[in-house]
């Protein structure tokens, strides 16, 4: 056991979610009475968490380089080639810091809630604290004047609060608090403008997705639990413990298939969550929700909860699905992650709407994180996680202020968008940055996290998923390059010319229809400037509250690979180093792939590829020049099955929602009902009648007197029972009252067996 | 027999009090309104302070064994005492027995349910909080069974007098369906009585439920089949078990609020105490025995019950169904026969118990303003109500298990429960999948009620308005309809005073589970002692 370098921060880091729940409740109570609507609550408890989480990280950093033989032989290494090993063979590693108070127990054992800090727990706390304040920032302008302003901003810090609680969690059931807690502000975000159907229906899908998901989430931590819970035991903790179900995984002494069903059940959880095939379905609904609410959703929060899941218990996933083992060329993980990632990418072609576009993007690079996971890529699988975050949440940004200031309220791509890059400088650059980095242009951060998992697919011998990965990356330049050509470039169309009378009508431009009575009553507010565009301005650029936001993430989206990127000139790897090395004692040897430029060559290519296509299709489609490509999939007939078949989502929703849940609310329950009333009731009452009709016989054949007496007492008793009571219907009366005196007999009955 | 015998006069005064406010009020006028209903208020709040200063005097390191126990001959031809005690099983339902009494006293005040008499339907309710209490204290199965039986009354009363339009046949099919199940009940007492002292050790007779179950082992496995048989119809059908529960959604459709809450809260809870408290200590071979048949009642229930929660048309019998699913969940939980599933069960009891409580006041409100709960005709009641909506939306969260609310400790440890319950491990597995896929239906259910009743735009009949709801008008909404519908208000004071302090059970028990699963673990191993290690 090493000594423990720690620090204030790092002792005290379950503050960072203490924090921004607290400041739900305030908000709650106490928003409305504020000056700024409770939105300063929010603002600065996630300002509070971020500096912690910078503190936090700090001193990790501190401890990891106390233990490390200060860095000598790094560059040595090259790309992520550094190895784990575990404690007993001698390497280093650190100790992650762990408190706790007892929560629950059950027959006298302690269950625990508190903090499991390591270097995955320190990177995840800082970027949602990150993207989360600037988020906040952001909405102060966005929802300016919303008629739920106080609410939002109680459910979006609430939201914060719930994935730092996931991200720090020590055990499974603070995991499940966190991941069920973000759940549930998902619902209320989703659905903030639940008056109108089609939001407070996408809200339901989202919830009820991920709770089918969740099904493998309470089965699995069962499961695991109980398989864990001998050796946890024996090394004073319990099998709820996650560092204790890591070491367990890893020991050897749990049996192969225990660990596999533990494994796919908390996959199944981690499906629904990260919205992996076939439970992708709710994530693109969920653009219903107002746009900072997506931005935060599918960036840090919620979504890559179930790619955390999986890191988080990396050990488990690694032993029960047999990662890297030899000879084993698919698990689980890669093949619904690969899945994932080229079906995603397929829909975002079709999309009209900008956030869908997106939304089905992420969906996509969810789909890269789990498929690195699957092949053995851990550390660039969550280095992924860690840049996509930056440029994903600037690209929702970039969207929400398109619609704020440029296209008036519609995200509509092909009616109210186009040339819009003059009008809107900044947003345009940060757009296009994030788009750089999202498809993987060399030196942009995102080369870096997915050039590797694509790299380290080939090195590990997952040749199937190393073309995936190559496939997708194709597919994501070509998609966001028709996004980006129709939004900021071609000829303006609709409301992005100056025209926006129809705008309003249009069924995809969500954000509309709340922020109408909005304006209503934005004259209160001290908002002059918004009220001016909204009577005709024109498209320009956004004000500073939403420009600022933008700047920073389109910063980090081109710097942050820097923290591990192997390449001329740079070779830094401290990504690995501060997060990978470090997180716990108990993680599986993994064999990264040394960063050469020659392996980046065909992804590099495909990327131009893409670009060139794309640019080239689009041009033809929705440029001005007549073309033979225009309406090409309504005059091909095989183009147009397919366009079809994408456009209606493979039929999945339909099959969802028409087939099951229809038939499930429909004539399953209604059966269900019917059996209720028409066989259990009935039986219950045909037993009256039936010992009404018994006791009758008797009475009129063997004792007149007794049942006579009885029927008439119960009657009795009940015409006492009031003045209320209208006369009684004596025959119920009678039938229930037989059926006493009938369950007495059986009663006898029972007694003279028993006495037997 | 280890026990704690001090302050011993506390139980019975906390139990018997309510019955010193009845005795006042009878020699009262049933004109004087008022001063009934401060009465019987101040009644239950005497009774809920006597509860916690009870609270206060529990020994917390010794939760597991009976204390303020008491112990004098009552009926000493059969050696029937008048046993009370409380342990960390009890001590919970005690209380919850007690504050929801007090609450619902709260709520009454300007909620008496036609055809009004005040003063008879608060004096029912003063003795429904003896009898409910009087089963949790009692240690003697006689005087457990009388208590037992007391319960039915004042709530037959309850239903068939200011019931709703189907009350008689409601009230009646609730008493009698009960009462059978009660008969088999108390034969199986008697039946147990003399089988064990036929064959006890010390050959002595004894009502007496911690004699019992230190001597219950010693039958012989048919005949504590045959004894479990008995009291599971009794407890099941007041649980409800599946399929013994369809006087549950008559009786709660046809209650008034007061008698719902107080049906929901408390006395289905007097089913599952049974089980914990009688069945499952004494009769340890047959539990082993019915565990499996048990536990797959109760997994058909909490299915059999969301779907049937799924077809409803009317909010509050889709509560009374949501019940069965919920009470499901309890009997699962107790069927494991370890400490986890009984802890959480326990647990399960509590929480119910404050957000089914929580959800029928709810409706009762919604119905006071609306004169209707068919889920069709409402809608958009956050934006007429929002304070109502979000408190419903609220329960609702609870009731479908959220983690950091009530609901979460009484369900996700009674899934994990069942993967290592203690006989068959494979037939309970099953049983965990399945549960687990309940979650999934009620958070069905209860979100697409929530859905449908408090999302969307409140129904031209109610809105007080012409059809056409211009956007722009929409952020005033709520002074228009307060305009046109008077009746259609947001919470009342009477309503948070009531309300309050359910809500707040409900997240500091949710958020904190400890302060009762420390009570009630010590209890529940105890109460498993003839089980080995749980």
């Given at each position: 056991m090493l000594a423990a370098e720690t620090g204030w921060f790092l002792e005290h880091a379950y503050l960072i979610p203490v924090v921004?729940?607290?400041?739900?409740?305030?908000?709650?109570?106490?928003?409305?009475?504020?000056?700024?609507?409770?939105?300063?609550?929010?603002?600065?408890?996630?300002?509070?968490?971020?500096?912690?989480?910078?503190?936090?990280?700090?001193?990790?950093?501190?401890?990891?380089?106390?233990?490390?033989?200060?860095?000598?032989?790094?560059?040595?290494?090259?790309?992520?080639?550094?190895?784990?090993?575990?404690?007993?063979?001698?390497?280093?590693?650190?100790?992650?810091?762990?408190?706790?108070?007892?929560?629950?127990?059950?027959?006298g054992m302690e269950f625990g809630l508190g903090q499991h800090i390591d270097g995955l727990a320190v990177m995840a706390l800082l970027l949602v604290a990150l993207i989360s304040t600037l988020v906040q920032i952001y909405s102060l302008e966005y929802l300016r004047g919303d008629r739920r302003y106080t609410h939002f901003f109680a459910a979006l810090t609430l939201f914060s609060a719930g994935m730092l609680a996931m991200v720090l969690a020590e055990n499974m059931v603070q995991l499940i608090l966190g991941w069920e807690i973000m759940g549930l502000c998902s619902f209320m975000l989703i659905g903030h403008w639940?008056?109108?159907?089609?939001?407070?229906?996408?809200?339901?899908?989202?919830?009820?997705?991920?709770?089918?998901?969740?099904?493998?989430?309470?089965?699995?931590?069962?499961?695991?639990?109980?398989?864990?819970?001998?050796?946890?035991?024996?090394?004073?903790?319990?099998?709820?413990?996650?560092?204790?179900?890591?070491?367990?995984?890893?020991?050897?002494?749990?049996?192969?298939?225990?660990?596999?069903?533990?494994?796919?059940?908390?996959?199944?959880?981690?499906?629904?969550?990260?919205?992996?095939?076939?439970?992708?379905?709710?994530?693109?609904?969920?653009?219903?929700?107002?746009?900072?609410?997506?931005?935060?959703?599918?960036?840090?929060?919620?979504?890559?909860?179930?790619v955390f899941l999986v890191a988080r218990l990396y050990p488990l996933f690694h032993t029960g699905l047999d990662i890297n083992v030899a000879g084993q060329h698919f698990n689980l993980i890669a093949v619904i992650g690969g899945i994932t990632i080229i079906i995603a990418a397929a829909l975002a072609f079709v999309q009209n709407d900008i956030k869908k576009v997106l939304a089905y993007s992420t969906v996509s690079q969810l789909g890269y994180m789990m498929m690195g996971l699957g092949v053995g890529a851990w550390t660039p699988a969550m280095f992924h996680l860690f840049t996509h975050a930056f440029f994903k949440c600037c690209l929702f940004l970039c969207a929400g202020s398109v619609s704020h200031s440029g296209s008036h309220h519609s995200f509509d791509m092909k009616k109210d968008m186009g040339g819009l890059a003059r009008k809107m400088p900044i947003t345009t650059t940060c757009w296009i940055l994030s788009t750089a980095a999202l498809c993987g242009v060399p030196y942009f951060s995102g080369f870096f996290s997915k050039d590797e998992i694509i790299d380290n697919a080939r090195n590990n011998n997952y040749q199937v998923f190393f073309v995936v990965g190559l496939v997708g990356a194709f597919m994501t330049t070509a998609y966001m390059t028709r996004a980006t050509y129709l939004i900021f470039f071609g000829k303006a169309r609709g409301a992005a010319a100056g025209g926006h009378a129809e705008t309003l009508a249009t069924a995809d431009a969500h954000d509309s229809h709340a922020r109408v009575p909005a304006m209503a009553n934005a004259a209160s507010d001290s908002h002059d400037a918004h009220d001016a565009?909204?009577?005709?301005?024109?498209?320009?650029?956004?004000?500073?509250?939403?420009?600022?936001?933008?700047?920073?993430?389109?910063?980090?989206?081109?710097?942050?690979?820097?923290?591990?990127?192997?390449?001329?000139?740079?070779?830094?790897?401290?990504?690995?180093?501060?997060?990978?090395?470090?997180?716990?004692?108990?993680?599986?040897?993994?064999?990264?792939?040394?960063?050469?430029?020659?392996?980046?060559?065909?992804?590099?290519?495909?990327?131009?590829?893409?670009?060139?296509?794309?640019?080239?299709?689009?041009?033809?489609?929705?440029?001005?020049?007549?073309?033979?490509?225009?309406?090409?999939?309504?005059?091909?007939?095989?183009?147009?099955?397919?366009?079809?078949?994408?456009?209606?989502?493979?039929?999945?929703?339909?099959?969802?929602?028409?087939?099951?849940?229809?038939?499930?609310?429909?004539?399953?329950?209604?059966?269900?009902?019917?059996?209720?009333?028409?066989?259990?009731?009935?039986?219950?009452?045909?037993?009256?009648?039936?010992?009404?009709?018994?006791?009758?016989?008797?009475?009129?054949?063997?004792?007149?007197?007794?049942?006579?007496?009885?029927?008439?007492g119960s009657g009795a008793v009940t015409r006492g029972s009031g003045t209320a009571l209208r006369p009684v219907q004596s025959g119920k009366v009678n039938q229930y009252g037989a059926l006493l005196f009938g369950a007495a007999a059986i009663g006898a009955l029972v007694l003279v067996i028993v006495n037997t | 027999m280890?026990?704690?015998?001090?302050?011993?006069?506390?139980?019975?005064?906390?139990?018997?009090?309510?019955?010193?406010?009845?005795?006042?009020?009878?020699?009262?006028?049933?004109?004087?309104?008022?001063?009934?209903?401060?009465?019987?208020?101040?009644?239950?709040?005497?009774?809920?302070?006597?509860?916690?200063?009870?609270?206060?005097?529990?020994?917390?390191?010794?939760?597991?064994?009976?204390?303020?126990?008491?112990?004098?001959?009552?009926?000493?031809?059969?050696?029937?005492?008048?046993?009370?005690?409380?342990?960390?099983i009890s001590l919970p339902l005690y209380m919850l027995s007690s504050v929801i009494t007090l609450v619902v006293?709260?709520?009454?005040?300007?909620?008496?349910?036609?055809?009004?008499?005040?003063?008879?339907?608060?004096?029912?309710?003063?003795?429904?909080?003896?009898?409910?209490?009087?089963?949790?204290?009692?240690?003697?199965?006689?005087?457990?069974?009388?208590?037992?039986?007391?319960?039915?009354?004042?709530?037959?009363?309850?239903?068939?007098?200011?019931?709703?339009?189907?009350?008689?046949?409601?009230?009646?099919?609730?008493?009698?369906?009960?009462?059978?199940?009660?008969?088999?009940?108390?034969?199986?007492?008697?039946?147990?009585?003399?089988?064990?002292?036929?064959?006890?050790?010390?050959?002595?007779?004894?009502?007496?439920?911690?004699y019992l179950a230190a001597h219950g082992g010693v039958l012989g496995k048919t005949v504590q089949i045959w004894l479990f048989a008995g009291m599971f119809v009794g407890f099941a059908v007041k649980v409800p078990m599946f399929p013994f529960h369809t006087w549950l959604p008559d009786a709660h459709t046809q209650a008034p609020t007061q008698g719902s809450v107080i049906l929901a809260a408390v006395m289905l809870k007097l089913g599952t105490y049974g089980f914990v408290r009688i069945a499952i200590p004494i009769l340890p071979a047959a539990a082993k025995a019915w565990a499996p048949w048990i536990g797959g009642l109760a997994v058909i229930g909490i299915i059999y019950g969301a779907l049937g929660c799924l077809a409803q048309t009317d909010m509050k019998r889709l509560i009374a169904f949501s019940s069965v699913a919920h009470m499901g969940f309890v009997m699962l939980g107790i069927s494991t026969l370890t400490t986890l599933g009984l802890n959480a069960a326990m647990f399960g009891m509590v929480a119910h118990g404050l957000i089914t409580g929580m959800l029928f006041f709810v409706a009762g409100s919604i119905k006071d303003r609306y004169h209707t709960l068919e889920i069709k005709r409402l809608g958009g009641i956050l934006k007429q109500m929002p304070r109502m909506g979000w408190i419903l939306g609220f329960c609702a969260m609870a009731s479908l298990g959220l983690p950091g609310l009530a609901g979460f400790w009484g369900e996700f440890p009674v899934i994990v429960s069942a993967y290592q319950p203690f006989t068959n491990t494979n037939v309970f597995r099953v049983y965990m999948v399945v549960a687990a896929v309940g979650t999934v239906l009620a958070a069905g259910y209860l979100l697409w009620l929530f859905q449908r009743v408090a999302f969307g735009e409140p129904p031209e009949e109610f809105s007080g308005h012409a059809p056409a709801h211009s956007v722009g008008a929409a952020a005033n909404d709520t002074l228009h309809g307060d305009e046109i519908h008077h009746?259609?208000?947001?919470?009342?004071?009477?309503?948070?005073?009531?309300?309050?302090?359910?809500?707040l059970g409900i997240v500091v028990l949710g958020i904190y589970p400890q302060l009762l699963f420390k009570v009630i673990d010590p209890a529940v191993q105890v109460a498993l002692k003839a089980y080995g290690k749980g």
């Open positions: 921004p729940a607290v400041a739900f409740a305030l908000i709650i109570f106490f928003g409305k009475r504020m000056p700024m609507k409770g939105s300063e609550i929010g603002v600065a408890s996630m300002v509070t968490s971020l500096v912690l989480a910078a503190g936090t990280a700090y001193q990790w950093i501190e401890r990891v380089d106390f233990f490390s033989p200060a860095g000598d032989n790094a560059s040595a290494l090259g790309g992520f080639g550094r190895a784990f090993r575990l404690n007993a063979e001698g390497a280093t590693f650190v100790q992650p810091v762990i408190n706790k108070i007892v929560w629950w127990q059950s027959g639940w008056e109108d159907a089609a939001n407070s229906r996408s809200a339901l899908k989202a919830f009820f997705t991920v709770r089918v998901g969740d099904i493998g989430l309470l089965v699995g931590t069962g499961v695991v639990f109980f398989a864990a819970s001998a050796y946890a035991t024996r090394h004073g903790s319990n099998g709820f413990s996650i560092q204790s179900i890591n070491e367990w995984a890893l020991s050897g002494t749990g049996s192969h298939t225990v660990l596999l069903w533990g494994s796919v059940a908390l996959f199944i959880a981690a499906i629904g969550k990260s919205a992996q095939f076939p439970l992708h379905t709710w994530l693109p609904d969920a653009m219903a929700g107002p746009t900072p609410v997506s931005s935060l959703l599918h960036s840090s929060t919620m979504v890559v909860a179930g565009h909204d009577a005709h301005a024109g498209p320009h650029e956004s004000p500073v509250l939403i420009t600022g936001p933008l700047v920073v993430l389109a910063s980090l989206a081109v710097v942050a690979g820097y923290i591990n990127a192997p390449v001329w000139p740079f070779h830094t790897e401290r990504f690995a180093e501060w997060v990978a090395n470090s997180s716990g004692v108990a993680f599986p040897i993994l064999d990264h792939a040394q960063f050469e430029w020659v392996n980046a060559v065909p992804s590099i290519m495909l990327v131009l590829g893409g670009f060139v296509v794309s640019l080239f299709v689009c041009r033809s489609i929705y440029g001005e020049a007549r073309s033979p490509l225009r309406g090409i999939t309504t005059r091909v007939a095989p183009l147009r099955w397919v366009h079809t078949f994408l456009v209606n989502k493979y039929y999945l929703d339909a099959l969802y929602e028409n087939v099951i849940v229809r038939g499930l609310v429909g004539p399953i329950a209604n059966g269900a009902y019917w059996v209720n009333q028409n066989v259990l009731d009935r039986i219950v009452n045909q037993a009256g009648i039936g010992a009404r009709k018994t006791g009758g016989w008797v009475y009129r054949n063997i004792d007149q007197r007794v049942v006579d007496g009885a029927v008439n | 280890d026990v704690l015998r001090n302050n011993n006069a506390l139980l019975t005064i906390g139990t018997f009090l309510p019955l010193a406010g009845v005795l006042v009020m009878m020699f009262i006028p049933s004109g004087k309104e008022l001063l009934h209903k401060q009465i019987a208020l101040l009644t239950a709040l005497a009774t809920v302070a006597v509860g916690v200063y009870t609270v206060a005097k529990f020994d917390f390191g010794n939760a597991g064994k009976l204390q303020f126990y008491a112990d004098t001959s009552w009926i000493k031809v059969i050696h029937s005492n008048y046993t009370i005690g409380l342990d960390g006293m709260v709520y009454s005040w300007d909620h008496i349910p036609s055809p009004g008499n005040a003063k008879a339907f608060l004096i029912l309710m003063l003795v429904l909080q003896t009898s409910m209490a009087g089963t949790f204290v009692a240690q003697d199965l006689i005087l457990f069974f009388v208590f037992f039986e007391l319960v039915l009354l004042p709530m037959y009363f309850m239903i068939g007098v200011w019931g709703g339009e189907q009350r008689q046949y409601a009230s009646l099919k609730f008493f009698l369906y009960t009462m059978f199940g009660s008969a088999l009940m108390l034969v199986a007492f008697l039946a147990l009585y003399w089988q064990v002292s036929k064959n006890g050790l010390s050959g002595q007779a004894s009502f007496s439920i911690p009746d259609i208000h947001d919470v009342k004071l009477t309503e948070w005073l009531a309300w309050s302090p359910l809500l």
